[in-house]
């Protein structure tokens, strides 16, 4: 790998990041025990701002019309991106949040908080490195579930809790190299819905990004991702990622959410295998 390319990467990412509003959001409190589906073993997480998430499955299929092909696009080619993965983590400002019932194996006892995301993108320009695309629709949801059962292989478990927050994606920007397997971008989500009974105050925006990582075994035995199973040329890859979050009193809620879209990512972040 030339170390050109991975600066170039890195600069890259650094420029989707500037979009979000500060370093740190707004702090908000969760009660999952106020959950409709609670089973008394819910945690009262009193002042956080981001959610961590584990490394998670995305699979990239490319659509019919595109002249080029996944690793070697041409401007104007679309692509739909599908993300699935869960919260490992509650954090204040980089600080881990006591949330014992929190559970991250996916049986057991606790409850499990799961991530959805579906993405559309278009590329915009392509160079010998890689190439940049826009990002225009989509939409996101996040689940509680008071019995833990997300399962990769079996690409269940993701959606069958109850429903914390939901959104479309509007915007948003990538960059890819993939002769480096290497990719960063950010998507941004209005929050339509969200369980006002649990946050505290009600959610208004959040951001957030996720990465790729192919050098983790994320996407080890997966042959579909959200219900859609892999085809000839589709990308299957792990994702890193987090959710940061902003409460502020307006009705309208934006949510960041970045997720690579392509390949390997060499500006590795901590976070759970599959």
Same mark, same amino acid.
């Given at each position: 790998m030339k170390k050109t390319r991975l600066t170039a990467l890195a600069s890259a990412g650094a420029l989707l990041a500037m979009a979000a509003p500060g370093a740190f959001a707004q702090?908000?409190?969760?009660?999952?025990?106020?959950?409709?589906?609670?089973?008394?073993?819910?945690?009262? $997480?009193?002042?956080?701002?981001?959610?961590?998430?584990?490394?998670?499955?995305?699979?990239?299929?490319?659509?019919?019309?595109?002249?080029?092909?996944?690793?070697?696009?041409?401007?104007g080619d679309r692509f739909t991106g599908y993300y699935q993965s869960y919260v490992t983590a509650h954090q204040l400002d980089g600080v881990v949040q006591n949330a014992p019932g929190l559970n991250t194996s996916g049986f057991g006892a606790g409850y499990e908080i799961t991530v959805v995301a579906q993405f559309e993108e278009e590329v915009t320009s392509v160079s010998a490195g890689g190439y940049t695309s826009a990002i225009t629709g989509g939409s996101a949801s996040m689940y509680f579930d008071t019995s833990p059962d997300f399962n990769f292989v079996s690409d269940v478990g993701f959606t069958d809790g109850e429903l914390l927050l939901s959104g479309n994606v509007v915007s948003g920007g990538a960059v890819s190299a993939p002769l480096l397997l290497s990719g960063f971008a950010q998507l941004d989500i209005v929050v339509q819905s969200q369980n006002s009974a649990i946050f505290d105050?009600?959610?208004?925006?959040?951001?957030?990004?996720?990465?790729?990582?192919?050098?983790?075994?994320?996407?080890?035995?997966?042959?579909? $991702?959200?219900?859609q199973l892999a085809g000839v040329g589709d990308q299957l890859l792990g994702a890193d990622g987090n959710l940061q979050l902003q409460a502020v009193p307006v009705p309208a809620a934006v949510w960041l959410l970045g997720s690579a879209v392509a390949g390997l990512v060499t500006l590795r972040r901590r976070g759970n295998a599959v």
């Open positions: 702090n908000i409190a969760a009660d999952y025990n106020n959950s409709a589906v609670s089973d008394g073993d819910g945690d009262i $997480v009193a002042a956080f701002n981001l959610y961590d998430l584990a490394v998670g499955a995305t699979l990239i299929q490319a659509a019919a019309t595109n002249v080029g092909t996944t690793a070697a696009p041409v401007i105050p009600d959610i208004a925006a959040a951001q957030g990004i996720f990465t790729l990582d192919l050098r983790s075994n994320a996407v080890n035995g997966i042959t579909s $991702v959200g219900g």
